[in-house]
Structures are given as C-alpha cells and as structure tokens.
C-alpha cells in the first residue's frame, strides 16, 4: 500500500483515539470507585483505627488540631455525626473526610479516606503516617481495627 | 530563537512533571519541622471561659475582613469563610507584558483572581484554663484564561499577625502567644 498523506493522518488519528479511549473508564466504574484494585474489607481496615477513649468530642477536637497541624484548612465539621473534611493546598489538593464513631463501650473508631486531586488514595502508607500523627496527639495507640 | 525554544521546552517539561504527580508526595501526611512553628504563628491563647462568645467574636472579625462564612460548628468551634478578590500584582503584570510582546499574547499569565479560604478553630487549652484559637488561611489564583496559577496555603507572617490583632482588639482581651 502507497503511504499517502491521507493514509498516514487516518492511521494517526486512529492511534490518537486509542490512546485517548484507553484512558477513559466507564461513569459507572468512577462513582463506584470499582478499578480500584482494593476490596471495600481492605479500604476500611487501612483507612480505620480504634482508640481507646469514649470522648468523641475529645477525639474529633484532636483530629481537627492534627490535620491543622498537616497543614490542613477544615471545610466541614458536624458533631452529630462526627465527621470532619478538610483540604491541603500545596501545589496539589489533598482532601480528607475523617470520621469519629463510637465502637463499643470503650472505644471510638476513626475512619480516614482522601483524595489526590482527582485520584482517591488507596496506598496505606499515607493512612499510616496520619494516623500515627493522630496518635501523638491524641496521647493514645492506634488499633488496628479487626 | 533558541531562547524561545528553550522557553516552550521548560514549558512543556514543567506541564510533564506536574501531569505526571498523581500519587500523594510522601510527606504530605506527616508533621514536618514547620509544623510547630506554623503552630506558633497561627495559633493564640484567649483567657476566657466562653468558647461561643470567642467564635462569634472571631466570626466578627471575619466579617470585618470581607470573608462571608461557609460553615459553622460551634458545638466543636469551628468556622470556615471565604472570599473570592482581585489578584493581579503590578509587578507581575508588568513582567508579563514583556513576556507578552516578546512572544505573543498566548505567553502572558496574569494572575486575575483568587479564592481565600479561612478556617479557625477553638479548643479548651491543655492546662484547663481559656481557649486556644487557630486560625488557617489558603489560597487558589486563577490567570486571566481561568487556569489555575497558584494552589497554597498562605503562611505569611504578618497576615496572622495582622488577623490576631484585630481578633485582640475585637474580644477585648489580651491575646497571649502560647
């Protein structure tokens, strides 16, 4: 076959198209989060921590000092269902919901997610550096959470 | 032009890198050693025994800075306000028109706006007497085609010190560095 330049854009076009197509995920795959190679049962346990205290106000006033501390700016905060989201701006923008519930009669558990600009965080070695300045601060071990 | 050359290479180089930064930098979730300096510069100890009187007294002090609150938590005090300005600085607007008439219009960026975000805290102080306010600040700036130049937090000195002094001046009480 001659190489025309016909040819040649046509063949281009296709492999551009690939490469964008090859990129894309279906809208289902990213509300759902499902190309995660991560079960929900391994998220949870690296993203949870359980502390050793009843003080669920406490708990929540020190998870917001520590994200402060992270340099966080705190979007929302609701006591009643102890949730607490804020973002990071450096250069890149880092949001995190963390939220504090009861466990059992002597226990809160504390449940960190973020996202990386527009990718979710699904590594543990981010959680495990948070949740060890959480533990600082809060004075008590983070349990991993069975 | 080499120079121009050179220019649209770092250009293209700088656009790579920052497209290539998907994965969360290492340290993004751990205390660094700015962390208790940033601490210091951000937080005051206010001898009061009323958590909601020093939030609305802060909220006061917000409103008087322009910022128009987005939520509030008193019941953990917090409150978190922004504000949308102008961002354009003259010494930035002139360089870029330089840039401008060396090589094309499409070279300029001028930062035209930014967003400011607030948000500032109150928790009872470790030694069980008055409270501890702290106070964060952050910024996103966007050029004059709407693309976002700057993602920061503001860590400048005086912008705090600027903040607590009309806080000081609004509770009537003495600020004390902790």
Redo the contacts between chains.
């Keep these: 076959m001659k190489i025309t330049k016909r040819n040649l854009s046509v063949g281009l076009t296709v492999i551009c198209s690939a490469f964008i197509l090859s990129g894309c995920e279906t809208m289902q795959a990213r509300v759902l989060d499902s190309s995660t190679n991560k079960s929900a049962v391994q998220l949870r346990s690296m993203q949870s921590r359980a502390f050793d205290t009843t003080d669920r106000?406490k708990t929540?006033?020190t998870v917001?000092?520590t994200l402060?501390?992270?340099?966080?700016?705190?979007?929302?905060?609701?006591?009643e269902l102890g949730s607490i989201s804020?973002?990071?701006?450096?250069?890149?923008?880092?949001r995190m919901t963390v939220s504090v519930r009861p466990h059992s009669e002597k226990m809160v558990i504390v449940r960190a997610n973020?996202q990386?600009?527009i990718?979710p965080?699904t590594?543990p070695?981010?959680?495990q550096?948070?949740f060890?300045?959480l533990e600082?601060a809060m004075f008590l071990t983070a349990q991993q959470v069975e | 032009m080499p120079n121009k050359k050179l220019l649209c290479a770092a250009l293209a180089g700088m656009f790579l890198i920052s497209g290539c930064a998907t994965t969360i930098p290492p340290e993004a979730l751990k205390f660094n050693p700015d962390t208790l300096a940033n601490r210091q510069v951000q937080a005051r100890k206010f001898d009061t025994k009323n958590e909601k009187e020093l939030l609305s007294a802060a909220a006061a002090v917000l409103q008087d800075l322009g910022f128009n609150l987005d939520e509030s938590a008193p019941g953990i005090g917090v409150l978190v306000a922004s504000k949308k300005r102008d961002a354009r600085e003259s010494g930035q607007v002139a360089g870029q028109i330089m840039l401008g008439i060396l090589f094309g219009a499409a070279a300029m960026s001028i930062d035209s706006e930014q967003l400011i975000r607030a948000s500032l805290v109150t928790k009872p102080a470790e030694n069980g007497s008055g409270y501890i306010l702290r106070v964060t600040f952050q910024r996103v700036v966007w050029n004059q085609n709407k693309k976002v130049t700057k993602i920061e937090a503001i860590n400048d000195l005086e912008t705090y010190k600027g903040f607590f002094d009309k806080l000081s001046k609004s509770v009537f009480l003495e600020a004390q560095n902790i």
């Design positions: 106000l929540m006033r917001i000092a402060q501390d992270l340099s966080f700016v705190v979007d929302k905060a609701d006591m804020a973002t990071k701006l450096d250069g890149y923008a880092l973020a990386f600009n990718t965080v590594e070695k981010p959680y550096d948070f060890v300045a600082k």
